[in-house]
Every structure is written in C-alpha cells, then in structure tokens.
C-alpha cells in the first residue's frame, strides 16, 4: 500500500463502519461522548502507521470521513480521545489502537502485553491509573474488504423445523485431523467444505450444521500464559469479521463458499452467536474496542457505580443492547450473516442475558427480541435461544416469545437420568420425549420449539457420559474444579476406557439407548459431532481451552463398533425422515381423534394395559412403551391441508437392571409387529422375529425396543 497521504473528504455518517463503494472507502464510528477521533492506516502488512487523519465530520453522535484514495486491503485502526474517568463510566485513551466494531475482516492478533490495558497493570489505584504506552502493535487491526461474491444459484434449504436435525461442530475440530482435508485448509472454512467432509455430513442425513462461534474472538490472558487458547471462540470481539484462525486464504469469499457448498447439499449453516458479552472483560480486562470507543454506552455498568460492569454472564462484562446504537450493532450483525453471508439462522448464546431490559430483569418483550421479531430478514432464519445466564431469575426455559426455539436442558437431564436407572423418572421422561408440552405448548408455539439434546459441546460426549462418573479436567490446569459435576452420568463398571469386552457392550448399548430415544422424540433433536461413532475427550467435560487432540475429532481411530454405531445413527436418522410421526407438528394430547376411536399417543405398561395414576407414582418403574398410532393424522396436514396419515409404531423402553415381558397390543387392522430396533441386538436393526397382536416379548435390561405394525391384509 502506498504511502501517499490520503485526501480527506466529509464522506457520511451512514452505514457504520468501513464501506468500499467502488470508488473510495467511507469511514464511520458511533460514539456518544468521544472528544476527537482518529483513523489510523498502516501499510499492506500492518507493521507500519502511515498516516493518521483526524475524523472531521460528527453527525447524530457518528463520527465519520471519506478516503476517495483508499481501496480494499487497506489496513486501519481507530484512537478514540475522550475522559479517563472509570467512576463516571468513561475509560477513553487514545493510546490504545482500537478495532472497528464493524471491521469485515481483522489481521493480526492479541499478544499480550501490559501495553493493551487503559490503566497501569500492577498500579495500587488499579484501573483509576492512566497507561500511556501505544498498544498498536500488540493488537489486531481492520481491513478493508470488498464483499462482491458470485452467489450463482445459492438457494437457502429452507428446511422446516419440524424435519431438522441439528449437528453441532466446531470447524477447527471437525476438520483438523480429517485425513481428506488438504493440510492447508485443515481447521477452516476451506476445510468444511470439502466434498469428503460435506458428502459424510450429508450421507449421515443431517439437515443444519450448528457451527461454534465462528465471529473473531481473543484468546484470554490467563490462557495465553498457560499456552491454551480459547479453543470454543465463546469471547467475541468482532460481530462482522469471521475469526482468523479459520481462514485458509483470509477472505469473506471463503466463508460465503463453504455456506454456497453446504446448501448444494441441502445443509443449512446455524451460527452460535456470543452478544452477551465481550472480550474485554471486567474493568481490570484490556482495551480493544469497545472500551476505548464509548464505555459508558456498550456495556451495562453498575447504577450506583459507573466503575464496574453489571455481570449476568460470568465473563465480566455484559453487552448493553437496550442502548439504540449498541442494538443497532447487533441487528446489523444478525442482518450481515444472512444477508451477505447467506446463513441459515443463529444460536444464541446466554440469550436470556440479550432480554434484559433497564430494571435489569428478564422481559419477553425487550427491546432485542422485539426487534429481532419484526425484521423481515430475521423472522424467516431458525432461531435458538441459549435460554438461561447466572443472573437473578435467569432460567428461562419455556419463556422465549414465539418464533424461537430453546435448547432444552431438562430433555438432556431426564434422558440421561432414566438410562441410568434413577427412580421416579417416567412421568418426567413422558413429557420430555413428546416435546415439552408444559414449557412450549402456548401462544401457538409448536413441538420444534424444543432442541432436544442429550449431550453438547459444553459437557461430556456421548462415550465419556457412559465411560465416566466423574470429570477429568485435568489438561485444563484448573485443579479440576471447572465444569459442572452434574453429569448423571454412569461409567458402567469402570472409570474410562477399559479392554473388558462385556463393559464395552454394556456402554454400547447404553449409546445406542441414547441416540434412539432422542431420534424418536417430538422436537429438534441436535447431535454433537463424533458422537455418531463415540468419539471420546478423555472425561473432560470442559475442554473449552483444549485446542488439541483432546477437542479434535479423530477420524481414523473409529474402530469397527464406532462404524456400526454410525450405521445405527443413520439408520434412525432416515427412519426419522421418512415417518412424520416421530416429527410431529402439533402436540400429543392423549385423548382421542375425534370421530374415531384411535388416540394419538398411549402410555403402556408391561401388562399391555394403559398406564394409571398410580404407575406414574411408582418411582420403581423403569420399563414403559407407547404406542404412536399412524392413523391419528391430524397430527401432520399437506401443503393443502390433507391428513398425512402414517405408519404405527411402538417403543418400549427398559432402564432397570433386569429383563421384562411386555404384551404387544392390539392394533387396528390384521397384522403383525415386526421389530425395528433392538438396542440389545447385534445388529441393532431389522432382523427381529415378527410377534403378533396380544403376543409378548422379553426386553433385556437397559434396552431400547421399537415396533412397526405391518399390515397382514391381502389387498
């Protein structure tokens, strides 16, 4: 880049942040109670500041310029002047070089030194001191990025709620050890989209990838001195610019292709996305953006205490996104994604954190999801709240507006908790299975408002939730005392891998009882990437910092009872598919269909009898069945409002610790019931004997059974 002085023109206070138009760059930056703002420029590769150019203009609190000479590539940063003044909620310094809120693309990175911080690190008046030293060249700075791209015929999948089934990735650990990824693109948007990567993806018949944060994000201090990074990217900095580290080639282009590869193959792209809070911290955290531009405004600070920062989220800081400006960021964010960067929809990390208003509690009509709701953008992508923070009254579940989904957390513990064996859980397990009724069932929201999911990334994996009854986050370096020791989970006989072949088995099919019984529950059931064939992290169940072996999947190690556990997941997955009756779009009632005699759902116990009030009670019962009748209809209509009957199925479920006959009921029409999945069987599909009406069948313990009524009738 040249080092000709650029001129200087007005230029305009809309839109925010750096905008090629073809013939210059137009620069603009939101700060209330700034005093003087300065464009840096360095040269091509960031090393050198070239120029500094005082912002001339200041219009609607938006201060702003136009470089007539600047083209894309262009590197820049912002020095922001203004009071030190923590108490009153100002922490300007124009020493510390500052990323543009609406930056597209950053380079560099965060090395850390003293130098990032507004105040003296070690000073006894802590963050009330001033620092002086020029923080350029230990932080990231902004390019200028032209975003023309060549779409062609991208057409969004479009899938319906109803028909999803979630794959949780991280694009890092996904492709990092995957033996078809070039070298050069292993852990980046490059490696995604490889074809051996998305034909897997789309053989195993998922429907949305559900990728980590993928927005730029810092590595914290405290990881950096120990050589760890902030592996799942849950500490954003920049909500425009895809972070770093995943570009193989450093372009928007790379992104937009993957997302454009992904839905030729019918795969929709969902981003988790971290508004809650930032980088920055707590008032001792750095100086990197927000901070630096206009504190008072960006973050929530204390009402009686401009000096610290309101904390729902446990990260220090939390966004302030009921300020006009700070939600306008958002929004534009939100609205970029999908419209320049054509993704499906959004995970919202923490969300309830986003809906907290001014007196500081949660409100179902705040600002952000108002606002979300009415944009003609957003009301059509999918959706999902993160439905809790660790503020007061911030479990929320059940409480988003309509229009979203919810992770559901009490589906995950329930599940988990009846595999194990714990008593009293049925009652619970029937209405999490059937889409949570009791949580979503109101104001016309529909079984998809639930994410059903019995294992994430924050947790145990699948294998480890069977191999493992404590945590071991030793690698983290934290004492073992991070993540949660709520975990119900069971190791089966003995703590982590073993060579005993009949704990084995046992842990197997207990995977096996999990991945069914999620397949065939009413909701959005999410998968978590590996866990097809029980990829394992060692017990941690929070390897947040583990950018390793640890955290990357390891493609070659699957062994042949990992391939046939994958086999099983694609077999559920097409069964699931191709039946709506496991995918309901309305709620089961129990009651009858009018004008039949058919009922939606019946609970069953052993003895083929319906179950009772008392047989809910019973906290000894671990086995029950229910029958979903495929002539209850109603359950599903056609685009033109038919009845969309479908096949009867049965499933039966046993947790206890010993065998137990079960009576097949009767069913409409002569036939018979021929076994689907047997948990318990090698293989665990098809093959079983057929049992006819009123007939009876042994279920071993810990064993998943499911029926399909097959019509004898000679038509």
């Not at 207990?510 to 009413?522: D, E, G, H, I, K």
């Not at 008392?614 to 000894?620: G, I, K, N, V």
């Not at 007939?695 to 399909?708: N, Y």
Request: glycine residues 10%; hydrophobic residues 35%.
């Amino acid at each position: 880049m040249s080092a000709k002085r650029m001129r200087v023109w007005p230029g305009s206070p809309y839109p925010l942040g750096a905008n090629w138009d073809g013939k210059g760059v137009n620069f603009a930056l939101f700060s209330e109670n700034a005093e003087k703002v300065e464009l840096c420029l360095f040269d091509e590769h960031g090393d050198r500041e070239i120029q500094r150019i005082q912002l001339p203009e200041y219009t609607d609190e938006t201060w702003h310029c136009y470089l007539p000479d600047a083209r894309p590539g262009q590197i820049y940063g912002y020095r922001v002047h203004g009071p030190y003044a923590p108490d009153k909620g100002h922490r300007f310094n124009a020493n510390k070089l500052l990323i543009d809120p609406y930056a597209k693309a950053l380079v560099g990175g965060i090395r850390w030194h003293d130098a990032l911080f507004g105040y003296r690190v070690g000073d006894p008046k802590e963050d009330l001191s001033f620092d002086s030293r020029d923080s350029a060249k230990y932080t990231y700075k902004c390019r200028v990025v032209d975003t023309a791209f060549t779409w062609g015929n991208d057409k969004a999948p479009g899938t319906p709620w109803e028909q999803s089934i979630l794959y949780e990735a991280h694009v890092r650990g996904l492709t990092m050890r995957h033996p078809e990824v070039a070298t050069e693109n292993r852990g980046t948007f490059a490696g995604l989209a490889t074809p051996a990567v998305v034909d897997y993806l789309r053989g195993l018949g998922i429907t949305a990838v559900e990728l980590l944060p993928v927005h730029a994000f810092v590595d914290e201090h405290r990881l950096a001195a120990k050589g760890q990074r902030n592996y799942w990217g849950y500490n954003s900095i920049g909500f425009f610019a895809p972070h770093p580290l995943y570009l193989a080639e450093g372009g928007l282009g790379e992104f937009k292709t993957m997302v454009h590869v992904l839905h030729d193959a019918g795969i929709e792209v969902i981003l988790d996305v971290v508004f809650n809070h930032t980088a920055e911290s707590d008032r001792l955290g750095p100086t990197l953006c927000f901070r630096g531009i206009d504190n008072r405004n960006y973050y929530r600070l204390q009402g009686d205490n401009y000096r610290d920062y309101l904390d729902f989220t446990g990260c220090g800081n939390s966004f302030n996104p009921h300020h006009p400006r700070v939600l306008q960021l958002v929004m534009d964010s939100l609205r970029f994604w999908v419209q320049e960067m054509h993704v499906d929809g959004y995970r919202f990390d923490l969300a309830t954190t986003l809906a907290r208003e001014y007196d500081q509690q949660y409100h179902v009509h705040a600002g952000f999801l108002d606002a979300v709701r009415q944009d003609p953008a957003l009301s059509r992508v999918k959706l999902i709240a993160e439905p809790w923070d660790l503020g007061e009254g911030g479990y929320r579940l059940g409480g988003f507006p309509p229009g979203w989904a919810e992770w559901n957390d009490r589906y995950r513990d329930t599940v988990r908790r009846f595999w194990r064996g714990d008593a009293g859980q049925l009652s619970e397990l029937a209405t999490r299975t059937t889409g949570s009724s009791d949580l979503f069932e109101r104001r016309g929201r529909r079984p998809w408002a639930s994410i059903n999911f019995v294992t994430a990334h924050d947790g145990f994996t699948l294998n480890d939730l069977v191999s493992y009854t404590k945590k071991h986050n030793e690698a983290n370096q934290e004492d073992n005392v991070d993540g949660t020791n709520d975990n119900f989970s069971a190791n089966c006989g003995v703590e982590g891998p073993t060579a005993d072949r009949a704990i084995s088995r046992v842990r197997f099919q207990q995977m096996r009882n999990f991945l069914a019984t999620l397949l065939v529950s009413q909701g959005v059931p999410m998968l978590v990437a590996g866990d097809e064939f029980a990829r394992s992290q060692l017990g941690n169940n929070n390897a947040y910092c583990q950018d390793s072996e640890i955290s990357w999947i390891d493609w070659n190690d699957v062994g042949s009872e990992g391939r046939q556990l994958r086999e099983f997941v694609r077999f559920l997955i097409a069964l699931r598919r191709r039946h709506v009756v496991f995918r309901r779009s309305r709620f089961f009632h129990g009651g009858i269909i009018p004008g039949t005699e058919i009922k939606d759902i019946t609970w069953l116990r052993p003895d083929g009898r319906e179950f009772g009030e008392a047989d809910w009670r019973t906290p000894t019962n671990h086995c029950i069945g229910f029958l979903l009748s495929g002539e209850a209809g109603d359950y599903h209509l056609t685009s033109a409002g038919e009845p969309e009957p479908d096949v009867t199925f049965l499933v039966v479920l046993n947790a206890g610790d010993i065998e137990v006959s079960f009576r097949l009921p009767n069913a409409s029409g002569p036939g018979d019931w021929a076994c689907v999945v047997d948990t318990a069987a090698d293989p665990p599909t098809g093959g079983g004997p057929r049992v006819a009406r009123g007939g009876s069948v042994t279920v071993p313990p810990r064993t998943f059974l499911m029926f399909e009524y097959a019509s004898t009738d000679a038509a």
